[in-house]
C-alpha cells in the first residue's frame, strides 16, 4: 500500500505538468475557435 501512495504522488506530479500542457492546448484551441466564430 506505501507503493501505492509513492506512485499516487508521482501520478499528480505527472498530472501538474500534463494540465500545463492540455491548458495550452486549450488556449490554442480557443483563440482558433474565436478566429472562426469571429464575434
Not at 12 to 36: A, C, M, T, Y
Request: glycine content about 6%.
Amino acid at each position: 500500500e506505501a507503493k501505492q501512495q509513492y506512485s499516487g504522488e508521482l501520478h499528480i506530479k505527472n498530472l501538474q505538468g500534463l494540465i500545463l500542457v492540455v491548458f495550452r492546448v486549450v488556449e490554442k484551441w480557443l483563440d482558433s475557435k474565436n478566429i472562426i466564430s469571429d464575434y
